[in-house]
C-alpha cells in the first residue's frame, strides 16, 4: 500500500513563508496529478492547489499569487508566502490516479495531514 509522507508544517507569523513537501513511500508508475487540500476545524476540506503529469497548474482563488505548487519525482510541493491567519488548517496532499506499475488499476491516495498555524 503506497503512503504519502508529508513535512514541513508548523507555527509562523503572518507575512511568513512555509515549504511543505510529500512523497510517495514506493516507487511508482504514474500519477495523473498531485495537490494540496485543506481543512480547518469546522470546515469543508478545500483544494488549494493542483499540478498535473504535463504541468498545469490549478490554484484556489484565495491563495493565487501567494502559494506555488509544483512537484518531483513522485513528490509534491507547496511553497507558501504572505501567510495569513485565515490560511491556519490541516493540509493534505493528494495524489490522484497513481498507478503503481503499468498493470496497475489507478488509485487515490491522501496523506495524514501537516498542520500550519500562521499567528497574527
Known amino acids: 500500500q503506497v503512503q504519502l509522507v508529508e513535512s514541513g508544517g508548523g507555527l509562523v507569523q503572518a507575512g511568513g513563508s512555509l515549504r511543505l513537501s510529500c512523497a510517495a513511500s514506493?516507487?511508482?508508475?504514474?500519477?495523473?496529478?498531485m495537490g494540496w487540500y485543506r481543512q480547518a476545524p469546522g470546515k469543508e476540506r478545500e483544494l488549494v492547489a493542483m499540478?498535473?503529469?504535463?504541468?498545469s497548474t490549478n490554484y484556489a482563488e484565495f491563495v493565487k499569487g501567494r502559494f506555488t505548487v509544483s512537484r518531483g519525482n513522485a513528490r509534491v510541493y507547496l511553497q507558501m508566502s504572505s501567510l495569513k491567519p485565515e490560511d491556519t488548517a490541516t493540509y493534505l496532499c493528494?495524489?490522484?490516479?497513481?498507478?503503481?506499475?503499468?498493470?496497475?488499476?489507478?488509485?487515490?491516495?491522501w496523506g495524514q495531514g501537516t498542520q500550519v498555524t500562521v499567528s497574527s
Open positions: 493528494n495524489f490522484r490516479g497513481l498507478k503503481r506499475t503499468r498493470y496497475s488499476a489507478s488509485s487515490d491516495y
Open positions: 514506493e516507487s511508482i508508475f504514474s500519477i495523473n496529478a
Open positions: 499540478i498535473t503529469s504535463g504541468g
